[in-house]
């Protein structure tokens, strides 16, 4: 379908619900949007693991589906870290994410733990998130819908 207004059903991680008969019936929806986490795409250094992808992109192709990908590097939850371990170890990364906070009122005093967040703004970090896009573009492009990126506001205090 050339321009014009283009449908996808966001199923964030839960990736089992691509196969929903409502989905996959409801002719609406061009395909999916499916959340995939840098640790998930990268597990080691330059070694990239796309078999989720490729697997949710094959289901959806045998159903006349499309899938469009959302690389996830943050967090809402203090307990979910979605960049690569390596980042943390090496110092040249800087720890590869810091911690985020949710403060209300002002009150930094009492600001509670949030999720994490890629140091997207750090230019060591930045590369190696660079060399992830550049894999995912090199392996899908003309295959999947696009690619995007989760809501980039974050809080430090």
Same mark, same amino acid.
């Given at each position: 379908?050339?321009?014009?207004?283009?449908?996808?059903?966001?199923?964030?991680?839960?990736?089992?619900?691509?196969?929903?008969?409502? $989905?996959?019936?409801? =002719?609406?929806?061009? %395909? !999916?949007?499916?959340? *995939?986490?840098?640790?998930?795409?990268?597990? /080691?250094?330059?070694?990239?693991?796309?078999?989720?992808?490729?697997?949710?992109?094959?289901?959806?192709?045998?159903?006349?589906?499309?899938?469009?990908?959302?690389?996830?590097?943050?967090?809402?939850?203090?307990?979910?870290?979605?960049?690569?371990?390596?980042? $943390?170890?090496?110092? =040249?990364?800087?720890? %590869? !994410?810091?911690?985020? *906070?949710?403060?209300?009122?002002?009150?930094? /005093?009492?600001?509670?733990?949030?999720?994490?967040?890629?140091?997207?703004?750090?230019?060591?970090?930045?590369?190696?998130?660079?060399?992830?896009?550049?894999?995912?573009?090199?392996?899908?492009?003309?295959?999947?819908?696009?690619?995007?990126?989760?809501?980039?506001?974050?809080?430090?205090?």
């Amino acid at each position: 379908m050339a321009g014009g207004v283009h449908h996808y059903a966001f199923f964030n991680r839960d990736r089992e619900r691509i196969r929903e008969a409502a $989905f996959l019936q409801t =002719r609406a929806f061009e %395909g !999916a949007q499916l959340k *995939y986490t840098w640790r998930e795409l990268e597990r /080691e250094k330059d070694v990239y693991d796309f078999s989720l992808i490729r697997h949710d992109l094959a289901f959806l192709s045998s159903k006349g589906k499309k899938l469009f990908i959302q690389v996830q590097d943050s967090s809402f939850d203090p307990a979910l870290v979605h960049v690569p371990r390596y980042l $943390f170890d090496d110092p =040249r990364y800087h720890g %590869g !994410a810091d911690q985020q *906070y949710n403060i209300t009122r002002d009150d930094e /005093e009492h600001a509670v733990p949030e999720g994490w967040v890629a140091r997207r703004w750090d230019p060591a970090v930045q590369e190696r998130f660079h060399k992830l896009l550049l894999a995912l573009g090199k392996e899908y492009d003309g295959k999947i819908e696009g690619i995007n990126l989760p809501e980039t506001a974050v809080s430090f205090g």
